[in-house]
């Protein structure tokens, strides 16, 4: 199988690293260097590459900013390639290029495949690409949590199938209680609600408004409140066009268009322009007699009737209270009606809601139990294969007689889910609660972790975990800060065998201090500072042949060309190779 593989890092400006480049390969890199060196900074280097924490004072003093940028050579089929991908990022020689700069007022950028991206999308890349371990991450391993999550991970689809069911049921189990506890809880301030919209309801049925009946009344009203004015100006242009019956002698518009009319007439058969004109005056003529028509029946129809205009006033008094409550116009008030009423059967319905939303609920819970005990089966199945296997890598960290083991419990909770037949306390991972225990030694009780293993025994219990994952659950790239603190001789040795053998399957970088780790690398990288305390270009270098001896003879002696520490550095590289 192809993994992925971290190829190079570049380092500017970052702690005491001024300018450096990082060379790893497949296999085993161990990275060593004096106390202070910056050895650590390749852990920190790698940390922003993948998302972590941008912090300001990482920033070497008198800089700008800090960079990192790392090379990553991603099969074809990677997820993270196909992620990446997806948020416009390019590939570089079949490589993925990852750049991430802080500034030294705290602002962090992150380049991907040539693209601006979120600093998030690196985090998302991390899951698939690495996996970091230090001795935060120890500290994390001793919270319960992250405890049944690393068994959850290795016990894969027999927890994931029911979990993502349980989550899922979960999920809609927290919206119904939401909403059953609304309705219950708020029932007076709902039955309030209810009764001002049943009284909205009641006063616009009494009205019973029509759309667009109060643009009606106002255009009637208008007229009727001027109805003398408007009759006497119709009868007046009736008379200018149509004449008067008692001014028989008048001249209207009607007689003197006529007459033109008939003079035209007379002679059109001269002249085709003049025939036309005449044409025009007879349209003229008949357009005259429809108005006057009009004018005079719209002056006969006019109602001046004083009782209807004080009906029209009080119908649009009427409808003006409904605008001031429910509305702008008769419009806004009748879909205020509609939509209140549709409210109005929600809340009305509130008890029959109630009853659905708790046989809901008690279904839902049922179901919570059977999945919670679905996990419970597996994750106890898993744990005890999980535990023999940690157990047995454990004995070849020099820890022959240590036990590990699992306590998976539930605590009892009268308004839990029913396991096993128990009520017991329920989450959103299930009814489980998972704790990884040590017995370091025959007669000692199993304990957990965070209280029965040293910082020595910590750090080869994670590493004895990471090597079962690596059999389960690969990840192409481990690194390791500190994975030896606290042990030494035979633990050493063990620890430095027990990293080759993970990376037969995977990349493993490892920061270490001790030469028995170290003899075990493919490739070994030493961080050195210059004399102005910054570590350069050449600060970082792989070492073969003598200078790897030199360097593994300080580890061991402190003293490069003491022979003793020689022969014995000489001696660890081959017994290294030879296990291998």
Sequence with gaps: ????????????????????????????????????????????????????????????????????????????????????????????????LISRTVSAEGRSRAHLGGRSVPVGLLAELADDLVAVHGQTDQQGLLKPARQRQALDRYAGDAVAGPLDKYTEAYRRLRAVAVELDEITTRARERAQEADLLRYGLEEIAAVEPRAGEDVELAEEAERLGHAEALSSAATVAHAALAGNPEDPEGIDASTLVAGAHRALEAVRSHDPALAGLADRIGEIGILLGDVAGELAGYADDLDADPLRLAAVEERRAALTGLTRKYGEDVGAVLAWAEQSAARLTELDGDDERIGELAAERDA??????????????????????????????????????????????????????????????????????????????????????????????????????????A???????????????????????????????????????????????????????????????????????????????????RMLAGQEDSETARAHAEELLAAARADL
């Excluded at 450096?20 to 280097?45: H, I, Q, R």
Aim: aromatic fraction near 2%.
């Design 1 to 96: 199988m192809v993994c992925s593989v971290l190829e190079e890092m570049r380092i500017r400006s970052l702690g005491v690293i001024d300018d450096a480049v990082v060379e790893l390969s497949p296999g085993f890199t161990a990275v060593t260097g004096e106390t202070g060196a910056g050895k650590t900074m390749v852990v920190t280097s790698l940390g922003l590459l993948l998302g972590g924490r941008a912090d300001p004072a990482l920033v070497r003093i008198g800089a700008e900013k800090a960079v990192v940028e790392g090379r990553i050579a991603v099969p074809a089929d990677a997820a993270a390639l196909v992620r990446a991908e997806e948020a416009g990022a390019e590939l570089d020689d079949g490589a993925l």
């Design 364 to 469: 839902l819970r049922a179901e919570l139990g059977a999945l919670a005990q679905a996990l419970t089966d597996a994750r106890t199945e898993a744990a005890e294969r999980f535990a023999a296997a940690v157990t047995a890598e454990l004995a070849s960290l020099a820890m022959p007689h240590a036990r590990v083991s699992f306590d998976i419990r539930q605590t009892e909770d009268p308004e839990g889910v029913e396991v096993g037949g128990r009520t017991v306390a329920y989450g959103p991972a299930g009814a489980d609660e998972v704790e990884l225990l040590l017995a370091p030694h025959p007669g000692a009780p199993p304990r957990p972790i965070a209280k029965g293993a040293s910082g020595g025994e910590l750090s080869r219990v994670m590493l004895a975990v990471e090597v079962v994952f």
């Design 471 to 553: 059999g389960t659950d690969p990840v192409p790239t481990y690194l390791f800060d500190e994975v030896d603190a606290g042990v030494g001789g035979k633990a050493a040795v063990e620890i430095g065998r027990r990293l080759a053998k993970l990376a037969r399957t995977a990349q493993v970088v490892v920061v270490t201090h001790l030469p028995q780790v170290a003899a075990f690398a493919d490739r070994q990288l030493l961080v050195e500072k210059t004399n102005d305390g910054s570590v350069t270009r050449s600060g970082v270098k792989v070492l073969e042949g003598e200078e790897r001896v030199r360097e593994l003879s």
